[in-house]
């Protein structure tokens, strides 16, 4: 009996460790004002701009992740601007 639970034990570690080994893990791609842009940001960006825009769903993808990044990059920066003054109309 124990030999049947010691296998079963075995086939089970041998599935998750399969499940986590091909699992996608998050990349930090880019770090701006102290905040990280992953991989699964920038996938979650490159969906979102071509649901905006049709025409990008012909543009190759490495154009596409460039666009994406370069737009999280902005975005971040832009956020960062607009805390820094909405700070400073409070202070004075």
């Not at 986590?20 to 770090?31: G, Q």
């Not at 975005?75 to 601007?81: D, L, Y």
Request: hydrophobic share 45%; proline share 0%; no cysteine.
């Amino acid at each position: 009996m124990k030999k049947i639970y010691y296998k079963l034990f075995l086939l089970i570690l041998v599935f998750q460790t399969q499940a986590i080994a091909s699992s996608d893990v998050y990349k930090i791609k880019f770090k701006v004002n102290n905040e990280i842009i992953t991989n699964y940001d920038i996938i979650k960006e490159e969906n979102y701009l071509k649901a905006l825009n049709k025409t990008l769903k012909e543009i190759d993808l490495n154009k596409i992740k460039k666009i994406a990044s370069n737009s999280l990059i902005k975005e971040k920066i832009k956020k960062r601007e607009i805390e820094k003054q909405i700070l400073l109309s409070f202070i004075i």
